[in-house]
């Protein structure tokens, strides 16, 4: 990671200066305005609209993640860290399929999911115009905020009773344009294949966001509806030959959040308050777990997925935090938004409307950093615990159903409600002593960060130690049992009547957290949003939808090539081999965490050292896009992305084609491991039939 973190400041900000309009092979385009042209001019290759629906339907919201249908029977494919969360719920003391994998050989032994929800976007409208019917000249911004969240509610609930769909309003462009996205979602997903851990995950920590990578990360599940396998309309097919260098490929997926077109106020905020409040919380949580995981093997089990995760953070805020401490980057930004400042300034008619905008949002900021930390420990933080988590949501629940879905929190208007209950309901066991090492961590950072004498302190330790208070919390708890949950949610009156410890303690913090989160939203939130808004029109008002959004969690599309990099000197190449992953792993000495699963130092022999393993490509991608499939010019997969490389992370704030790097796994070991190395014919032939098995390409080995 040392050698590959400098981010080559001033070159990688060129792309910065405002409007956002694509060049290089850079942009996550939303599929309704997809640059066609741009394509054609750059690779000789249009996408028509029907290519582009058939890649969409095809294309699955996976959780946090990314997932596509890869057969017609509802096969569902993603990466094995996207999908660790069910693996992992799956398990049990004895059965450790995270560490061991899993294959069903038959529908029957297919496991169900106990709370995962997959969605497929089936179409998008325009729906700007209504969120901003009622705006006013003049109007607080306060006011304004709220009754567009009113109007996104009322819009999604229209939607919602008109199509049977689940509907949400989605903002593009900072707030210049609304869009009302309607989803079709499934909740009875079974796992089918999972790898082992070790090499859906090899080279662990030290090869996380690296490249050369020989990693399987990749785990199947299968879609249901109404107790039978679901028959997608659409499904992607199995390319014959596999990606190669040079060619022109696609990724369909759901990139989380960019900042690309943040104010500079706002990027010193993630640089300075932020990102090292998120470090430092990480840090804490880390040593929580690996304490935990010492204490014996089922406890290194079930602190095994969640630790994946904090180290997995630990390592993406620290690649986009140094890139904001780079002074030519933050100088390049400073250029760009004067330079904008100054056009705008230069026009009275702007100048008037929107030439104080950047300042306000700066005083914003700077007036909310003193709530920030206490914000988190309330609102932006569920202590850690499932159980807490659980009764916050049940605390909620109760409270804002008795308001019109409008008028709810956000997460809880009508069209998001099968989720949370979904969630809420989750037989999904929950490990007790995990439970209360994690609150211990959650009580001593409260203790440690607001002093013993601070009434949230006093309130939720009640006089104990954090060690005891977790204990007795813990242990009196009732809401690890589903049925008293699901008793709890439908009636309010034995919910108000309730005291089981953890509701009587998420209600004594509520007041807190919900009038710190107004406070966000009227004095942060809202100015921003008025800010983006007004900025993104300006911005966009000449070049239109050529230019891309920052990414928002929902469905985009991402073109690129296979192609290798140049670092310090030394030439990256474009494709590693299975070749090359045996002969990593003997180097290392077949020590941790380059150590092989007995299956494939089993399989040497006879698998194909010839076989494409990993591959790089200039497709711009971000965290969320794990899972996302790679397509080329016909709509087939060629590989599966699972990473980026260090320089990726950069890509939260610009694009640089000559070292953002997305990372994949090949489509030829995706299906060649699967026959050679776990004898899982039957589920090949479903990826790809016998008549039609891929071709790879023979790559010259040094």
Known sequence: MKRAIALRGVALFALLAPPVVASADEGMWTLNHFPKALVQQRHGFAPDAAWLDHIRLSSVKFGGGSGSFVSASGLLMTNHHVGSD???????????????????????EEKRCPDLEVGVLQGMDDVTAQVRSGDKPGQDRAVQNAAHKERMSAIERACNKKTGLRCEVVTLYQGAVYDLYRYRKYSDVRLVF???GQIAFFGGDPDNFTFPRFDYDVALFR?????????????????QTGAREGDLVFTSGHPGTTSRLHTLAQLEFLRDVTYPTRLADLARLRNVLTGYAATGAEAARQAKTPLFGVENGQKAITGYLQGLQDVAIMARKREAEAGLRARVAADPTQQTRIGAIWDDVAKAHEAWKPAYLRYVLTEGNTLNSK????????VRLGEERRLPSERRLREYRDSNLPSVELGLYSPAPIHTGLEVALLTGAFERLTRELGDKDPLVVQVLGGQSAHDRALALVAGTKLGDVAVRRQLAENKSLLDASQDPLLLLARALDPEARTLRKRYEDGVESVVRHAMTELGQAQFAGDGLRAYPDATG????????????????????????VAGLYERSDKAGGKQPWDLPKRWLAARAKVDGTLPMNFAT???IIGGNSGSPVVDRSGAVVGLIFDGNIQSL?????????QNRAVAVHSAVLLGALRQVYGADALADELSPPQAQPAHPKLVLD
């Open 86 to 108: 069910c693996i992992q719920k799956l398990s049990a003391e004895g059965r450790d399929l995270i560490t061991d994998g899993f294959l069903a050989r038959t529908p029957n």
């Open 194 to 196: 999972a790898p082992e």
């Open 223 to 239: 879609v249901y509806d109404k107790g039978v396998p679901l028959r997608p309309v659409h499904h992607l097919a199995w390319s």
């Open 387 to 394: 159980l807490f988590g659980i009764a916050r949501t049940l």
């Open 554 to 577: 929902t469905l985009r599309i991402s073109f690129g090539t296979v192609k290798g990099y140049n670092e310090e000197d030394r030439a990256i190449p474009a494709l590693t081999t």
């Open 618 to 620: 200039t497709n711009d």
């Open 650 to 658: 950069a890509g939260n704030f610009v694009f640089d084609e000559r």
